[in-house]
């Protein structure tokens, strides 16, 4: 990999437009993502995160913006393509595929990385069944390390809601992002459980993978994050790190309302 | 072996010697009912062709989760594309192909399957590509169109250029001819005889059995998986980086491909077609096989078919003689009778079985139970 490819954002957008109707989501609203990084946007109800979101998944499309992803220019068109260009998401509200087992979802998620063809699986060709192996092998990799193997072969649906949010971080794992987007995943979690995904989102970013969160969690992500944005209305009212934003008067007022103005550690 | 018993994939013997017993169950099977007669072997025959095109149903409707009640439209497709290229009836109707093959069509039937499962796979994407976007119940109304549309050409394309001979169908089509021995007439093999209807039986087994194969390891693929997933959750199945339109065509073509075959043995069995075989009520039955048996579970699929393709034809040879032992004459015809037990059985069976006859198994536990559950059992 060449020095400048190494030194590209994983992934940066830039003046992001999105209305609905009368209703401006997003406004000018621009990220930069360093490799490595775990990157929180937060902001109160309806702040625009989960659109923005969309967006860069390709859910939406953006009114205007551009986005460069690992340094190419990246056009956030069909969600498919979205995972082949390297962005893998999960969901606020969780969607596995709640019958099929817990390996079989993770080998979903290598789906964008292997080719067998229909033809290549009635034949049962050798590569199509080294391929198969060594899906098989990384699924099983990727449940040992959201520690959930045990319940490899268990249907999804039968999973404990926080064993469900590791399993959709496992499948999005599958598909070697070069971006793990997160849509709150402390979402309905209780203490022991974020405790627990903590430790895992640390633990992948020292794996080098690079992760957006969106929470609304704010202790999670002022502990967490390496850098965070702030949306409030569309617009972007800070953006820096978890102690700088925290004192930021604009973050407060935001979220705690203009007649107060509480001491910033409430926040920490 | 294991293939065909995954429960025994542990016990390789075991799979073996199951397999041997149920080849040899199948291959005995019509020297066994043979001896009331070929009617039974011909019921047996139709079960073979049924399993075929459930199973053929099962990809689009059980692995993928799209409703289609138009199937036997590929059926229908196959069956007319051998009655043309295997009768007289285009040559009479049309004096310069006559003057090109002076002999008639009567073309092999190793140039005819591939060909009908090919023209049933372009239909099949020509039904999808329109009906993408779909799901559910309005999925299920336009494909019930696209069928009827298919049997409705049939019926009228007799006019102005007589291409399918409308409502009276096709006729004088050829047997199947393997490599010089005609189905049509009764094979001396030395040791045994095997009639007419008993040949049929055992080429249907023998495609029975590779779509089988097909089938199971289509569902164990990577294509297999991205079918399912869409069938869980499209949303989720796309942010995974599969095409979802891509997948589902395929699942669409190769599904109208088992129909397509069957159809064209289905000419051949019987040589002779007409719209009428290939109503609406035909894609429901299929439907009801794969739903009864165990909507995406294979085994349970061809169960599924097997006893709903038997069962009228029991029926058909045990309401009459017992009326008429009891009552000395026929107080309800048979065919009333069938869509009645028919009609009872599905009431019955989704009341208690709502997943089917033979559904496919659960894993797991209630995550409140769970810590009694065995753990490691990693496949």
């Keep these: ?268 | 072996m294991s293939l065909f018993f995954p429960s025994l994939r542990n016990k390789p013997a075991a799979a073996i010697a199951a397999t041997f017993v149920v080849a040899a169950v199948l291959i005995a099977a019509p020297f066994i009912v043979g001896t009331m007669g070929n009617a039974g072997v011909r019921a047996l025959a139709f079960a073979a062709l049924y399993v075929m095109l459930a199973l053929g149903l099962n990809i689009v409707v059980g692995f993928a989760g799209l409703l289609d009640l138009g199937y036997i439209a590929f059926y229908a497709v196959g069956a007319y594309m051998y009655a043309l290229l295997a009768s007289p009836h285009l040559t009479s109707n049309f004096p310069a192909l006559a003057a090109m093959f002076p002999q008639g069509f009567h073309n092999s039937i190793w140039m005819v399957i591939p060909l009908g499962a090919a023209v049933a796979a372009f239909f099949g994407v020509v039904l999808g590509a329109p009906v993408l976007k779909l799901r559910g119940d309005y999925l299920a109304i336009v494909t019930l169109g696209f069928g009827e549309i298919i049997r409705i050409f049939l019926n009228n394309l007799n006019a102005p250029l007589n291409l399918t001979n409308g409502p009276q169908g096709i006729t004088l089509i050829d047997p199947v001819n393997i490599a010089g021995v005609s189905f049509a007439r009764t094979l001396d093999l030395g040791f045994v005889k095997l009639p007419s209807v008993y040949l049929y039986y055992y080429l249907f087994l023998l495609l029975t059995v590779i779509t089988i194969v097909v089938c199971i390891r289509l569902q164990d693929s990577r294509l297999g998986r991205a079918w399912m997933a869409i069938r869980e959750d499209d949303i989720a199945a796309k942010a995974m980086g599969i095409n979802v339109r891509n997948v589902k065509l395929l699942a669409f073509a190769l599904g109208a491909t088992f129909g397509g075959v069957s159809g064209t043995m289905f000419a051949a069995f019987q040589g002779f077609v007409s719209p009428e075989s290939f109503s609406l009520m035909e894609s429901v039955i299929v439907l009801a096989m794969v739903v009864l048996g165990g909507l995406g579970h294979i085994p349970g699929v061809i169960l599924g078919a097997v006893l709903l393709s038997l069962f009228p034809e029991l029926l058909r040879h045990t309401v009459v003689p017992v009326q008429e032992q009891l009552f000395g004459r026929i107080i309800i015809d048979a065919e009333v009778l069938r869509m009645m037990l028919y009609g009872l059985a599905m009431v019955v069976i989704m009341l208690y079985r709502p997943k089917g006859l033979w559904p496919a198994p659960e894993h797991g536990v209630n995550p409140s139970t769970r810590g009694s559950a065995k753990a490691g059992a990693t496949g």
């Design chain 1, 1 to 268: 990999m060449s020095a400048a490819a190494s030194d590209a954002p994983v992934l940066r957008a830039a003046g992001v437009n999105k209305r609905f109707g009368g209703l401006q989501a997003l406004a000018d609203v621009g990220v930069t993502i360093r490799r490595g990084q775990i990157y929180g946007l937060i902001g109160p109800n309806g702040a625009g995160k989960t659109t923005f979101f969309n967006v860069i998944t390709g859910l939406y499309s953006p009114d205007s913006g551009s986005f460069e992803l690992g340094g190419k220019p990246y056009s956030p068109s069909e969600p498919h393509k979205v995972a082949e260009a390297g962005i893998a998401r999960t969901f606020q509200n969780i969607r596995l595929f709640p019958e099929m087992t817990a390996l079989e979802n993770v080998m979903v998620g290598r789906h964008v990385r292997t080719k067998a063809t229909a033809l290549g699986a009635v034949l049962r060709t050798r590569s199509q069944r080294a391929e198969e192996r060594a899906i098989r092998a990384r699924a099983l990799e990727l449940l040992d390390y959201v520690g959930i193997r045990r319940y490899a072969d268990f249907q999804a649906r039968t999973l404990a809601y926080g064993d469900q949010r590791r399993l959709e971080i496992a499948r999005a794992l599958a598909t070697d992002p070069k971006l793990l987007a997160l849509d709150e995943p402390a979402a309905g979690m209780n203490a022991t459980e974020k405790l627990a995904l903590r430790e895992l989102l640390s633990h992948i970013r020292s794996d080098g993978t690079t992760i957006l969160l969106i929470e609304h969690d704010v202790k999670l992500v002022m502990g967490l994050c390496d850098r965070v944005t702030v949306l409030d209305y569309g617009k972007i009212i800070a953006e820096g790190t978890p102690a700088e934003v925290q004192r930021d008067p604009a973050v407060i007022t935001a979220y705690l309302g203009g007649a107060h103005a509480p001491a910033p550690q409430t926040l920490s």
